[in-house]
């Protein structure tokens, strides 16, 4: 069977895209030795030297200083510090305030703040908060509090997005089960991955519910 043209052309056109090596611009982001590095777009990290793609850019860290109190010195451990900006296709330096004192490390615990330089020289806009969590300490998961706090409206908070093809991916399953009655399997690959991103960004309640409304469809079926 002959292809007609217009039609051949648009699917070459569309494997151009799909085929076409794509150069994505990058940052690196450099923390001070000073830091303890905990989390890199919601990934855990122990690097002070970090990079990404362009975009936004959320690195959570502990600022380690020591300074001397009545002849004494003191070590400080500041609480889990978030740092949100947008990076474009440049290299950013984080800088720290001094602590010399008790009181300074106090000051950083309630307002911390920081100082973003990209290679150019120019300071950088950023959003800041601390990611604090009441009672023990020890054995914190970072990540899944990073991914609660990223729920809220908190200050330094970034809203992920589903995958690029989402979009795309939900008019396609329309489509196939419009014409054939039911899905193919690669389609619902894709959709068990869509299913499972919102599963990661969802709370514990919503978890439940979503649980239970699998839970109800199965039993419906084995009716």
Known sequence: MKIPYPLLSKFGLISAMFMAPTTLAAISVSLPVNTEPLLFNTQETDAT????????????????ANFRHQGQRQRFISEAVIVTFTG???????????????????????????????????????????LTKDGIQIGRNYREEINQYNLSAAPAAIKRQPPA???????????????????????????????????????????QAFKAKINAADSEKSK
Do not use: C, H
């Open 49 to 64: 030297r970090l990079t990404a793609e362009d975009g936004q850019q959320q690195i959570v860290f502990k600022y380690l």
């Open 88 to 130: 474009q296709n440049a290299q950013y330096s984080i800088t720290l305030p001094k602590i010399n004192s008790a009181s300074d490390a106090d000051r950083f615990n309630q307002r911390p703040s920081v100082s973003i330089i990209d290679d150019n020289g120019q300071q950088v806009d950023y959003r800041i908060d601390t």
């Open 165 to 207: 093809m989402a979009t795309y991916l939900a008019s396609s399953t329309t489509s196939q089960v419009a014409a054939t009655g039911s899905p193919d399997n690669a389609t619902q690959i894709n959709v068990g991955q869509m299913l499972d991103f919102w599963y990661q960004q969802a709370d514990e309640k919503t978890r």
